[in-house]
T-cell receptor, first 112, second 113 residues
Framework: GENVEQHPSTLSVQEGDSAVIKCTYSDSASNYFPWYKQELGKGPQLIID?????GEKKDQRIAVTLNKTAKHFSLHITETQPEDSAVYFCAASLNTGNQFYFGTGTSLTVIP | DGGITQSPKYLFRKEGQNVTLSCEQN?????MYWYRQDPGQGLRLIYYSQIVNDFQKGDIAEGYSVSREKKESFPLTVTSAQKNPTAFYLCASSIRDRSYEQYFGPGTRLTVT
């Protein structure tokens, strides 16, 4: 089955700096890669996703890049703000399937 | 939290008791899912259902049971057979043809002592 690894497990950045979270996956058949933000005591919220036919996708301060050959994808947050502090999860799945495989999460702290 | 409700937010039970967690959605989604989240781990799939009266086991179904009698509801029962039931439980739903876009509820934290 699919194995998703996520690094780092914790990340602290100064407000205004950029943050990068990286994930690798093992199943080359995976073709959908969402990123979720989870605030304390709440369910994960989808913040951005990318499909395997695209190498990069941006949405304001958030971008995701995908390298299919190397089987890794990354979340980039620019101009970080304190409200970006949360746990971020990557995931991989087949868009025809129902099974998501999640990374172990990155706890991001933005220091004002 | 997008139209998915889970209740209660916190639940406490004694060991050996079954407990049922509620999940309701008003998004008209066909598919619903239950995940378990433990500290320092990713979400793990317990059960999922693509349509009423049908459901499949996920990776960690042992000790759990579900039902899907209505499209809007997908309750999860944590039975006494589940060895480590204390966890944060998340319910999600999706449009059937877009099962890769799942929307999560706020979760229920279950503590068993």
């Amino acid at each position: 089955g699919e194995n998703v690894e996520q690094h780092p497990s914790t990340l602290s950045v100064q407000e205004g700096d950029s943050a990068v979270i990286k994930c690798t996956y093992s199943d080359s058949a995976s073709n959908y890669f969402p990123w979720y933000k989870q605030e304390l005591g709440k369910g994960p919220q989808l913040i951005i996703d990318i499909r395997s036919n695209v190498g990069e996708k941006k949405d304001q301060r958030i971008a995701v890049t995908l390298n299919k050959t190397a089987k890794h994808f990354s979340l980039h947050i620019t101009e970080t703000q304190p409200e970006d502090s949360a746990v971020y999860f990557c995931a991989a799945s087949l868009n025809t399937g129902n099974q998501f495989y999640f990374g172990t999460g990155t706890s991001l702290t933005v220091i004002p | 939290d997008g139209g998915i409700t889970q209740s209660p937010k916190y639940l406490f039970r004694k060991e050996g008791q079954n407990v049922t967690l509620s999940c309701e959605q008003n998004l008209n989604h066909d598919a619903m899912y239950w995940y378990r989240q433990d500290p320092g781990q990713g979400l793990r799939l317990i059960y999922y259902s693509q349509i009423v009266n049908d459901f499949q086991k996920g990776d960690i179904a042992e000790g759990y049971s579900v039902s899907r009698e209505k499209k809007e509801s997908f309750p999860l029962t944590v039975t006494s057979a589940q060895k480590n039931p204390t966890a944060f439980y998340l319910c999600a739903s999706s449009i059937r043809d877009r099962s890769y876009e799942q929307y999560f509820g706020p979760g229920t934290r279950l503590t068993v002592t």
